[in-house]
């Protein structure tokens, strides 16, 4: 039964991995189109995009949903677009460093609440260190800028725990399809002003629908799939390898070097997560008694 369960989340792991890497390529994707249309423009093509690539294949039954359905499928709905218009607002503002340092208290929070031991309590706190070693913040007076970065924390930490709610409350990835579907609905005033006003080429199209599949599609799904599988605390800590693959992106396509600083912050996290996706799957054994009495469950 233990071996199952390291399994099941080892897998899970590596679908939240695989996610990260699809994250940080799609955001490179979509940074090549801000030039044309700025990056509400691009949030809104992405959500557009991922709906037009969900619905299609998933056909959520919406009419079948009952109320203890529908009101985490909305507010999820919400979160998608919050979450991607505070973080981009707020690197506008502060800085790529300070935001995503910012926007990783959110899940860092969820992993310190989920602690259960003292050594996923440091492990989570290892990997807030690597991130940022990372990303390097630097100080700002601009108090919108940070007041943006804790929204999109805030969002991050919001969509973890309602993607998880949904996950078990709507079969399948039906309530992930639904919530993209309606994200979209409430950005399309916003895609046709900026299509209109800006007039984006073909280049610039390719680029946002890039991020729409690899920045949306795909970590929205996987990240459904992911919390069915493991608690919120080690899905939060997991969260530290997006910056991880954000230094690996800028430094092989972009050219950007990483010192010594930024590596040890590699380390930090590639340690954090491996000692906390380890002592994940050795939980502790539970007395017959209060098995049959009907435990709960992570």
């Given at each position: 039964m233990d071996n199952t369960l390291t399994a099941g989340r080892g897998r899970a792991g590596a679908i939240l991995v695989a996610s990260a890497?699809?994250?940080?390529?799609?955001?490179?994707?979509?940074?090549?189109?801000?030039?044309?249309i700025g990056p509400v423009g691009v949030v809104a093509a992405r959500q557009l995009i991922a709906a037009a690539v969900l619905l299609p294949l998933v056909r959520p039954r919406i009419f079948s949903f009952t109320r203890h359905q529908w009101w985490p499928v909305l507010l999820l709905a919400l979160v998608f677009g919050t979450m991607n218009l505070s973080l981009y607002a707020a690197v506008e503002r502060i800085g790529l460093g300070l935001a995503v340092t910012l926007e990783f208290l959110g899940p860092l929070a969820l992993a310190l609440i989920g602690s259960?031991?003292?050594?996923?309590?440091?492990?989570?706190?290892?990997?807030?260190?690597?991130?940022?070693?990372?990303?390097?913040?630097?100080?700002?007076?601009?108090?919108?800028?940070?007041?943006?970065?804790?929204?999109?924390?805030?969002?991050?930490?919001?969509?973890?725990?309602?993607?998880?709610?949904?996950?078990?409350?709507?079969?399948?990835?039906?309530?992930?399809?639904?919530?993209?579907?309606?994200?979209?609905?409430?950005?399309?005033p916003v895609a046709l002003i900026t299509f209109i006003n800006h007039q984006p080429d073909a280049f610039t199209i390719l680029c946002a629908a890039g991020a729409g599949v690899l920045?949306?599609?795909v970590p929205y799904v996987a990240d459904l799939i992911t919390l069915r599988r493991i608690p919120t605390g080690l899905f939060g800590v997991l969260m530290s390898i997006n910056p991880v693959f954000a230094a690996l992106v800028g430094a092989l396509a972009l050219g950007e070097a990483l010192g010594i600083v930024q590596w040890a912050g590699i380390y930090l996290i590639a340690a954090?997560?491996?000692?906390?996706?380890?002592?994940?799957?050795?939980?502790?054994?539970?007395?017959?008694?209060q098995i049959a009495a009907g435990s709960p469950e992570n």
């Amino acid at each position: 039964m233990d071996n199952t369960l390291t399994a099941g989340r080892g897998r899970a792991g590596a679908i939240l991995v695989a996610s990260a890497l699809s994250n940080q390529l799609g955001a490179a994707s979509g940074s090549l189109a801000f030039p044309a249309i700025g990056p509400v423009g691009v949030v809104a093509a992405r959500q557009l995009i991922a709906a037009a690539v969900l619905l299609p294949l998933v056909r959520p039954r919406i009419f079948s949903f009952t109320r203890h359905q529908w009101w985490p499928v909305l507010l999820l709905a919400l979160v998608f677009g919050t979450m991607n218009l505070s973080l981009y607002a707020a690197v506008e503002r502060i800085g790529l460093g300070l935001a995503v340092t910012l926007e990783f208290l959110g899940p860092l929070a969820l992993a310190l609440i989920g602690s259960r031991t003292k050594g996923s309590a440091v492990c989570a706190l290892l990997a807030a260190a690597g991130v940022v070693a990372i990303t390097q913040p630097e100080a700002s007076t601009d108090y919108v800028g940070i007041g943006l970065g804790l929204v999109a924390a805030c969002s991050w930490a919001a969509y973890i725990l309602l993607n998880r709610t949904v996950g078990k409350r709507v079969p399948g990835i039906q309530g992930t399809a639904a919530a993209t579907g309606l994200s979209a609905a409430l950005f399309l005033p916003v895609a046709l002003i900026t299509f209109i006003n800006h007039q984006p080429d073909a280049f610039t199209i390719l680029c946002a629908a890039g991020a729409g599949v690899l920045a949306s599609v795909v970590p929205y799904v996987a990240d459904l799939i992911t919390l069915r599988r493991i608690p919120t605390g080690l899905f939060g800590v997991l969260m530290s390898i997006n910056p991880v693959f954000a230094a690996l992106v800028g430094a092989l396509a972009l050219g950007e070097a990483l010192g010594i600083v930024q590596w040890a912050g590699i380390y930090l996290i590639a340690a954090a997560n491996a000692a906390l996706t380890a002592g994940a799957g050795r939980r502790p054994k539970v007395p017959k008694e209060q098995i049959a009495a009907g435990s709960p469950e992570n």
